[in-house]
């Protein structure tokens, strides 16, 4: 029996709710459980996300400990692993889990993936730790690397949009929930308290659309027209971070290794070169059309379409013909979708 332990962020609880994926792909065909450890999570639509796909829900509620006080969240961790002896341990790989996971793993004194973008498993390994390769970039996403996980317990810091679980508890079981208390004394916190929240402006995600319109610095002077463009087609408007960079376009629609990493059905990329820490945000990408001046911009080489073209040229264009036409539409969700890294024809347009 494999069990994974996730470490929900409650500000990022979807995404800590995604790492469910991320516990049944190590599993593999072997027998697991997912656990769900929360802290001070008071979100009902997280509490029900978390019990609808989870086995058992840990419940943490401790004004001592402030849910952002790493020391005391990795001290919870560790009595945790003393008790249920894990064979996984996962956090997201936002800010906060890059600083809670590599504190855990001190404490626990076991090695840490961190960023982690697939895991890959080999069936026949023996053990199920044994058999998995976290697959993470490594030299500025230039490279990636397999980490082997080995001992007990495995643990690694994963990206957000990667490993969605498609499955759910509905129906069938709901996930056990324990109540449990930190012991006291309280774990050693840092001392921090929670003063004030502050809601941020809501933005859309350009994780959770379907078409991307990515513009980079050969596009800059028509972000706004493309933006427009992805709008009324019922996508979103993403960016290379030389465009972010330049103050024009904003950080939360960075794509790439420290941005975001997005997975939509179609990914119009104007201007942009594809470097490879951009390439790095694009995982499981449904088409990929390239728009580009330079045809040996070495996205071109990834793309499955590419368009020699200047790109205010081809918004123009691009706006004539998809009127009355939802470019969306027109590809099969049954497609089976390739990864960044597998060389595709590429027909010039
Ligand atoms: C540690 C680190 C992390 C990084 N993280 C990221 C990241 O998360 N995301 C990211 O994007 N970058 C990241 N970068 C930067 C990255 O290395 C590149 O500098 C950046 O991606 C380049 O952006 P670009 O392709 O928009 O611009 P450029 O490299 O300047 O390319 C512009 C492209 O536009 C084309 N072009 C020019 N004019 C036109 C036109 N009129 N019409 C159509 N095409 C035209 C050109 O042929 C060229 O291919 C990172 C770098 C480092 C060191």
Known sequence: ?????????????????????????????????AYAFTLNLDDRDAEAAIDNVFDMVIRARDDRICSYDAPGVACCV????????????????????????PQTAARLQCALCADVVKIERKEDAGSAALGVHFIRP???????????????????????????YEGTNEGTKKALVRVWTPPSPPPE?????????????????????????????????????????AVSLDGAAAASRKLVDSGVADRSIQVGQSGKTVSPRVYIAL?????????????????????????????????????????????REMKNRMENVNPVQSFDRAKPKHSFHEAVPKPHL
């Open 1 to 33: 029996m494999i069990r994974t332990l996730v470490c929900v962020e409650n500000a990022l609880w979807r995404d800590s709710v995604d790492l469910v994926g991320a516990a049944r792909r190590f599993a593999g065909k072997e027998a697991n459980e």
């Open 138 to 164: 490594v030299f500025d996403a230039k490279m990636f690397a397999a980490v082997c996980g080995n001992g007990k317990p495995v643990m690694a810091s994963i990206r957000a949009g990667l490993f969605q």
């Open 189 to 229: 916190s840092a001392g921090l308290k929670l003063l004030s929240v502050r809601k941020k402006a809501e933005t859309c995600d350009i994780r959770e659309k379907d078409l991307l319109i990515a513009v980079g610095a050969g596009a800059a002077r028509y972000f706004e027209e493309a933006r427009k463009l």
């Open 271 to 315: 201007g942009i070169r594809g470097s490879a820490q951009h390439i790095a945000g694009l995982q499981n990408v449904g088409c990929l059309v390239a728009v580009n001046t330079d045809r040996d911009a070495p996205l071109c080489a990834l793309a499955d379409m590419v368009a020699v073209s200047d790109a205010a040229a081809f918004i």
């Open 78 to 101: 560790e009595r945790l692993y003393e008790e249920y002896g894990f064979d996984c341990v996962f956090f997201p790989a936002s800010a906060f889990g890059r600083i809670l996971a």
